[in-house]
């Protein structure tokens, strides 16, 4: 019970890795308040862990809804432990067909989001003198795939978040930043459908990675988890790749 009797806050906690993230969470003793606007996935998420796990049905790019919503949680589960700024979403386009809408709509959803949340998580962390703070990045904060120009720039912003909540509330606060690779989520798996034969890009995935498959959200769950505890103390200000092995070898024959 890695967590027993502390409070963690899980943005986009409904589906995929914030689901499976809570779902750790709830396992090693904590109590969880689940952030998300998709309320029909998250009250079965919360619903699965009655008395442990709580659901707002919360836009984390509008800092009113954050700075309510964290309040909400405070006063029923107590002062958080723990941040996971995991919500995001992908559009796929190059700079010169990105709009200003969808571009905005990134930096606002998977940037901003972690700035409102960090800003209303913190003090308490403050107040009890201890706190960790995980933000969701990618491992394309290092590499990119193409036509995911303002995903890219988000994710890697991310990693630059990390650094400053690690130099500005250390010692009390860490701060680390997982990137996964692929991971079998909702979001990734809508990706893969917006290619014509959705099995090629999904194989492409697989085979790009070292492990000749993508990940479980439960696996980056765990991982999250482990940077939270106390084991993990002496980690902060840095980003933590969870890819298993993409992007490290130079494509080629092996001779």
Known sequence: ????????????????????????????????????TDAEHGKQVAGKFAGH???????????????????????????????????????????????EEEWDLLMNVNVKSAFFCAKYAIPHMQQMGKGVVVNVSSVQAMLSQGNVCAYVTSKTAMIGLTRSIAVDYGPQVRCVAVCPGTVDTPLVRWGFEQSPDPEIPYQECVNMHLTKRIAQPV?????????????????????????????????????
């Open 53 to 99: 796990a709580v659901f707002y049905d919360c836009d984390v790019s509008k800092e009113k809804q954050v700075k309510e919503a964290i309040a909400q949680g405070v006063a029923q589960f107590g002062k958080p432990s723990y941040l996971v700024n995991n919500a995001g979403i992908q559009r796929y386009a190059p700079v010169t067909e990105t709009s």
């Open 1 to 36: 019970m890695e967590h027993q009797g502390r409070t963690a806050i899980i943005t986009g906690a409904s589906k995929g890795i914030g689901a499976a993230t809570v779902e750790v969470f709830v396992r090693e003793g904590a109590k969880v308040i689940m952030l998300d």
């Open 219 to 255: 696996e980056v769950g765990e991982f999250i988890s482990y940077l939270c505890s106390d084991k993990a103390a002496f980690m902060t200000g840095q980003a933590y790749r969870i890819d298993g092995g993409l992007g490290v070898m130079i494509p080629g024959s092996k001779q």
